[in-house]
């Protein structure tokens, strides 16, 4: 059981470029959850999913998209690239019983 | 809107010495309670929970209690370790399934 996993765990981005932030669980967990982490700032929200086919946005989805085709899949795209997106991502999963979420071990992203 | 509210740090204690990280919330309803921690590298791990008033969470000597008449979920440990050097972050789980969270509260245990 892996539990979440994200990929990659480094990347360096150039102004402008696009890429996809990777996130799977193999937990069955119908919720899924993408957050940044900015130092000193705590977690926001970015997205998130309450099941396959059904996703919302948090409270900083400007510049990122997601989809949820499948339960373990919850890929965070971000299209154009901005110095202002330099932050670790981490992503998280729960089941519907309880509100506590199991975090990936997020992906350090440098927006230059 | 909910809120969580976290002493500021970096807190820098020396090995068995008493911790206390403050942890106050604002909310509507009735939240369940977290503390998370955060290694150097990796991810947010739960250390603990509540979710109802004057519930004890507990974990690794670690200690917190939900109060609700001053809306606080202080993190306690009587005798804290080198191993125990993080980042503790205070979270507020609501009825819409989101968690809201304070913003760090770093800890160095000096040997």
């Known amino acids: 059981n892996a539990g979440v996993t994200q990929t990659p765990k480094f990347r360096i981005l150039k102004i402008g470029q696009s890429m996809t932030l990777q996130c799977t669980q193999d937990m069955n967990h119908n919720y899924m959850y993408w957050y940044r982490q900015d130092p000193g700032m705590g977690l926001k929200l970015i997205y998130y999913?309450?099941?396959?086919?059904?996703?919302d946005k948090g409270e900083v989805p400007n510049g990122y998209n997601v989809s949820r085709s499948t339960t373990e899949d919850f890929p965070l795209r971000l299209e154009l690239a901005a110095p202002s997106q330099t932050s670790v991502y981490f992503c998280?999963?729960?089941?519907?019983?309880?509100?506590?979420?199991?975090f990936g071990p997020g992906t350090r992203l440098t927006v230059t | 809107g909910n809120s969580v509210t976290q002493m500021e740090g970096p807190v820098t204690l020396s090995e068995e010495a008493f911790l206390t990280i403050n942890c106050t919330y604002t909310a509507t309803g009735y939240p369940s309670l977290f503390w998370y921690v955060q290694y150097p590298g990796e991810g947010l791990q739960l250390l603990l929970k509540?979710?109802?008033?004057?519930d004890k969470g507990s974990n690794k000597g670690f200690e917190a209690t939900y109060r609700k008449e001053t809306t606080s979920f202080h993190l306690e440990k009587g005798s804290v370790q080198v191993s125990d050097s993080a980042v503790y972050f205070c979270?507020?789980?609501?009825?819409?399934?989101?968690?809201?969270f304070g913003q760090g509260t770093e800890l160095s245990v000096k040997p």
């Open positions: 979270a507020l789980g609501n009825q819409g399934g989101k968690l809201i």
């Open positions: 509540a979710t109802k008033a004057d």
């Open positions: 998280a999963s729960r089941d519907g019983a309880s509100l506590e979420q199991y």
């Open positions: 999913s309450v099941g396959a086919g059904i996703t």
